[in-house]
């Protein structure tokens, strides 16, 4: 019992300690309140179709129609047979959303620090700092869950890696292979592609150090049983792999077979995104400093700057009520910087950095050197368009790397390595093995280094820094240079109180490691006192920008949008139809299929074909592909913003026969085509499909008719009668994967019509059609994800008797 004591309570205490903290920090949890999350919000509609017809039926639709004219729920939220990893992912979330990523943060944060042989009240000051990093927090308010999720999971598969370095290969190679099917599973390849940079970082300074000590085998040893451990890993996620992989490759994601642009011009990147999508959000080179200074570049892109702002005395002066003042200061556009959006700074904190710098001064070995390494690399790529060179080697010559967009993002890897080495860095102070003296000469330069470079900033910021933004220009010309000029000298304030705080906060931290180092203060004091510091330092900043005001009822959450009067109107008519919703914007908004089925949607990925009809007809009001693709409805608000609805009277219908074919050789005369057809009359066929169409010239029967008798999302029952054979186009989404087409009950080839659309040849007389989807990526990918839980449940068991045997 005193052994177990001994070696298990501590952990049991940080375990208890993490919990309360999660629940603390995101309080309003407790009483049954949700944080209200944009991208969440956008999800609830996206997704609402197919978890009611979950909920209704107890079946699984992998097709919704409510979205883009329909398109798989692969990344909607799809359940999946014998998908286990997932069913462990949500036991392991048992605290009420946000609070159950704080926590994930935490405890794989702080499991990292045990395995690298931190001390555990290290290893959880450690965790607080990593956990409570401003981009982390700032991504839960937003509703980035899956990107919290995968990031959750970065150190855990890093302390799988390490593990097997330290050639305790058996549960090395068990910890890495869960972790990193965990990490799959969060569904962010993003996030777990930015980890494999870092990963082969780590791997490239363990490979120069085991050349150096003569242990390569050990370390190919290593590698073989860590890629061992990601083929189980993708084995226990073979199904969402394979059918994200699918449907990549339909979406913006996806290689397009467009060669020009809306405006006729060459298209310059036919595969993946292009650069300027790819960069859009770019790091400025400048604003590195937010890492210490949190709003160095003005924070977000408005802030509240308060009542004693010189923005507010200039609307006083203007005469604006104190109300309508006190008002409008709650919203300054502050943000000076380069990117478009900024709900925060990517703030790591004062005390985590000036500790990372005494790691840099304090530690040596390889976990300095992949730390330091895989910060730069993550920096360097995180500005983006502003280090054009190397962005553009990773676009051309990394794979996928033209698959992510948004590359600031990729900071997520400075915010995991600094704080291990911020750790490290202290339990070296800590340590007896370093002379006295190399201690206090690294804190003297750890603290002047930042110190001299915060005096810097306050004694010379009108010479280095404009306090000018992109945006300016728009806000001269609506309210005058003056208020401009109110909005810099807040920005200034802003710039100053935030730099002052990080200097007082080094000076601090600084104080209090030397006193350690004179021994006015003993190890546990230290520990308490650089954790308040740390939690002070970066609950402060989270709070700005994610605290109790962030949440709402469970009520609002899971119903975000209100039925208006139009929304009403359009549901009595129980025909099947789509709308198109003006009202906001309709390839940035859940709201329309919350309650209909949308032609538009919110989504990162969406249907490329979809994407590329937008951008050449739908955004110019292009009646035609309305026509095309049943939109019965038009959604949009008059002067004063009410949402009204008119009707479209010509829309095509369900499904219907053409006179005649358009035959084109390319996707581009394929698009461009629609513009001068009559889809109601003709149909537009690639040549690809010229086989499956009639050998015999079409006779065209007048009297032919088509109807949609029965419509789920995964299934649609139509019953034609017509004297000739005959080509019908219907108004859904040509898939090529997973939709089988059955005439009569007996399987027959359909193909593309319309550039995105859905053809098949109907044989003369009275048939029963009926489109099924059964994605065979599905079936495949759920009997490699069983097989591999058999095999990892297996080698766990074998995992757990070798360890016993040993022990006895």
């Not at 040893?221 to 073979?238: D, E, S, T, Y």
């Not at 210490?292 to 924070?299: L, N, S, V, Y």
């Not at 006190?326 to 925060?344: C, K």
Request: glycine share 8%; proline share 3%; with cysteine.
């Amino acid at each position: 019992m005193k052994d177990f004591t001994q070696k298990y309570l501590p952990h049991l205490i940080v375990l208890t300690l993490f919990i309360i903290v999660s629940l603390f920090y995101f309080s309003p949890v407790l009483q049954g309140k949700q944080i209200l999350q944009s991208d969440i919000v956008q999800y609830t509609g996206m997704a609402k179709q197919h978890n009611d017809y979950r909920e209704a039926t107890g079946e699984e639709s992998y097709w919704t129609n409510s979205a883009f004219g329909g398109m798989p729920t692969y990344q909607l939220g799809a359940q999946y047979p014998h998908n286990y990893i997932k069913q462990l992912d949500r036991t392991l979330r048992f605290l009420p959303r946000p609070a159950d990523y704080l926590f994930l943060y935490f405890i794989g944060f702080y499991i990292l620090l045990l395995v690298l042989k931190v001390d555990y009240k290290l290893a959880a000051l450690g965790a607080l700092g990593f956990g409570f990093s401003t981009y982390l927090i700032i991504i839960l308010g937003g509703g980035h869950n899956a990107k919290a999720h995968a990031i959750a999971y970065m150190p855990l598969v890093l302390a799988g890696i390490f593990l097997v370095f330290q050639k305790k290969y058996l549960w090395g190679f068990i910890l890495f292979s869960l972790a990193m099917a965990l990490e799959i599973s969060a569904n962010h390849f993003q996030m777990t592609y930015y980890l494999l940079i870092l990963v082969l970082v780590v791997g490239i300074v363990y490979l120069m150090d085991a050349f150096k000590n003569k242990e390569l085998p050990h370390f190919f040893k290593a590698v073989g049983l860590m890629v061992a451990g990601v083929i189980i890993a993708v084995g226990l996620n073979a199904t969402n792999i394979l059918a994200t992989q699918e449907y990549a490759a339909e979406s913006t994601r996806g290689q397009s077979e467009l060669t020009i642009t809306p405006d006729g011009a060459p298209k310059d990147n036919t595969q993946g995104l292009s650069k300027e999508y790819i960069t859009e959000y770019s790091y400025g080179l400048v604003e590195t400093f937010n890492l210490f200074i949190p709003r160095f570049m003005g924070g977000g892109n408005v802030e509240d700057v308060g009542t004693d702002s010189a923005t507010y005395d200039f609307l006083m002066k203007r005469g604006l009520s104190p109300a309508q003042a006190s008002d409008f200061v709650t919203a300054v556009p502050t943000y000076w910087g380069q990117q478009p959006i900024v709900a925060a700074p990517a703030y790591i904190g004062a005390v985590i950095l000036f500790l990372s710098i005494l790691g840099v001064f304090l530690l040596k070995g390889k976990h300095k050197r992949w730390l330091i390494a895989g910060s730069l690399v993550a920096l360097f790529l995180s500005w983006g368009k502003n280090a054009e060179f190397l962005t553009n080697l990773f676009i051309d010559y990394f794979p996928l790397y033209d698959k992510f967009r948004a590359v600031s993002s990729i900071q997520v890897i400075i915010e995991l390595c600094m704080p291990i080495l911020a750790v490290l860095g202290l339990q070296k102070l800590i340590s007896s093995k370093i002379d006295q003296k190399e201690k206090i000469k690294a804190l003297k330069y750890s603290g002047g280094i930042l110190g001299v470079l915060c005096l810097l900033f306050l004694f010379f910021k009108n010479s280095l820094f404009s306090f000018s933004g992109v945006n300016d220009g728009y806000y001269i010309q609506a309210y005058g240079q003056e208020f401009m000029d109110a909005i810099k000298e807040d920005r200034k304030s802003i710039f100053i109180e935030d730099t002052l705080r990080s200097l007082g906060l080094v000076i601090v931290a600084g104080t209090t490691l030397y006193l350690y180092l004179i021994n006015k203060l003993n190890q546990n004091a230290l520990v308490l006192i650089m954790g308040v510091l740390i939690i002070f330092d970066l609950v402060s900043v989270d709070k700005r920008y994610v605290n109790n005001d962030n949440f709402v009822t469970t009520r609002q959450m899971n119903t975000p949008f209100q039925q208006t009067q139009a929304d009403a109107e359009i549901s009595k008519d129980k025909t099947h139809f789509r709308v198109y919703d003006l009202s906001s914007n309709p390839f940035g908004s859940g709201r329309a299929s919350y309650f209909h089925n949308a032609l538009g949607g919110y989504h990162a990925a969406k249907p490329g074909r979809i994407q590329d009809l937008y951008d050449f007809y739908l955004e110019k009001g292009s009646l035609e592909v309305f026509n095309m693709f049943n939109v019965k409805y038009l959604l949009e608000r008059d002067d004063e913003g009410k949402v009204l609805f008119s009707e479209n009277y010509e829309a095509n219908g369900n499904a219907w026969f053409v006179d005649s074919v358009v035959l084109v050789d390319n996707a581009d005369e394929e698009i461009l085509s629609i513009a001068e057809t009559n889809t109601k009359k003709k149909a537009i066929i690639h040549k690809e499909f010229s086989n499956l169409l009639p050998t015999t010239n079409m006779q065209v029967d007048s009297t032919a008719i088509i109807d949609l008798v029965k419509v789920r999302p995964d299934y649609l029952h139509y019953e034609t009668d017509n004297s000739q054979e005959g080509i019908v186009v219907f108004s859904e989404v040509y898939y090529p994967y997973g939709w089988n087409a059955y005439i009569n009950g007996k399987p027959q080839e359909h193909f593309r019509a319309n550039y995105a659309l859905r053809a098949m040849v109907i044989p003369p007389g009275y048939n029963k059609i009926e489109f099924k989807f059964e994605p065979e990526v599905i079936e495949t990918g759920s009997k490699i994800s069983l097989a591999s839980s058999i095999l990892f449940l297996i080698l766990l068991i074998g995992a757990v008797f070798v360890s016993y045997r040993k022990k006895k």
